[in-house]
C-alpha cells in the first residue's frame, strides 16, 4: 500500500476520503503542519548573547542554514559558534551555552501550528492511518518537540539534523515509509508524482 505525502494537513482528510488504499501520510513540518515561520525578536536576544549585530547573525543564520541543517558545522553548540563568528562574535563557551538555550526559546516562540494540525492528526489516526513527519530543521527542533502537542500522534519523524541529510534527498522518505512499517519503493505526493527512484536503497537494508 502506498504513502501519500500531502500540504496542507487539512488535505490529508480529503484525500484519505478517496483513496482507501493509503497507509500512512507522510507531513513535511514548517508550513504544512506549523503556520508559515518568521523570526521574531528572540533571535535578537540571541545575537547580543553572542556579541553580535542582529542582522549580521540574521544573515549567517541564512547562510548556514543547510550545513546547520544537516549537522556539518558540528553539534548544536559548535554549529552556533561557527553562525556567531560569521556574524563578527567571538562568545565564550559559556556564552555559546547561554544563547543555545535562548535560541531553543526563540524557535519555540516562532513555531505555531496550524489550527486544524492536532485534529487532522487525531482524524487519521482514528481511521487506522499511520502518520510521519519529514522536515528540514535545526537541532532546536528536536530540543523543544516533545512538549508540542502533535508529538504523541505522530508515529515517526525524520529530520534532517538527526539524519544528515536533507530534502529531497529520496533516502528521506524511505526512511519515513519505513518507520511506519510501510513495504513501499516509492513515495508520492498529494498529485501522485513520485519522489523516490524505485532504484534507490533501503535506508534501512542498503542490500534490499
Not at 2 to 31: E, I, K, N, W
Not at 43 to 65: K, S
Not at 83 to 109: C, E, F, M, S, W
Not at 122 to 145: I, K, M, N, Y
Request: glycine share 8%; charged share 25%.
Amino acid at each position: 500500500m502506498p504513502v501519500c505525502l500531502l500540504t496542507p494537513p487539512a488535505g490529508a482528510l480529503r484525500r484519505m476520503s478517496h483513496a482507501r488504499a493509503y497507509r500512512a501520510v507522510v507531513f513535511d513540518f514548517f508550513g504544512t503542519l506549523t503556520e508559515a515561520v518568521q523570526r521574531g525578536s528572540g533571535h535578537d536576544r540571541v545575537a547580543a548573547i553572542l556579541g553580535c549585530p542582529a542582522p549580521a547573525f540574521a544573515q549567517a543564520l541564512d547562510e548556514t542554514f543547510t550545513d546547520r541543517s544537516t549537522a556539518s558545522l558540528g553539534d548544536a553548540i559548535g554549529s552556533l559558534g561557527v553562525v556567531a563568528r560569521l556574524a563578527g562574535g567571538h562568545p565564550t563557551h559559556a556564552a555559546l551555552r547561554t544563547a543555545y538555550a535562548a535560541r531553543i526559546d526563540a524557535v519555540r516562540a516562532d513555531t505555531r501550528l496550524r489550527p486544524d494540525a492536532v485534529a487532522v492528526l487525531q482524524a487519521l489516526r482514528q481511521r487506522g492511518l499511520r502518520t510521519a513527519v519529514v522536515s528540514d530543521c535545526t537541532p532546536e527542533l528536536a530540543e523543544f518537540w516533545p512538549e508540542m502537542p502533535l508529538a504523541g500522534l505522530l508515529d515517526a519523524r525524520v529530520l534532517s539534523t538527526e539524519e544528515r541529510r536533507h530534502k529531497p534527498d529520496p533516502w528521506m522518505y524511505i526512511a519515513a515509509a519505513a518507520r511506519v512499517a510501510v513495504d513501499e519503493t516509492a513515495v508520492g505526493d498529494v498529485d501522485g508524482e513520485p519522489v523516490l527512484d524505485p532504484g534507490e536503497p533501503d535506508p534501512v537494508n542498503p542490500d534490499a
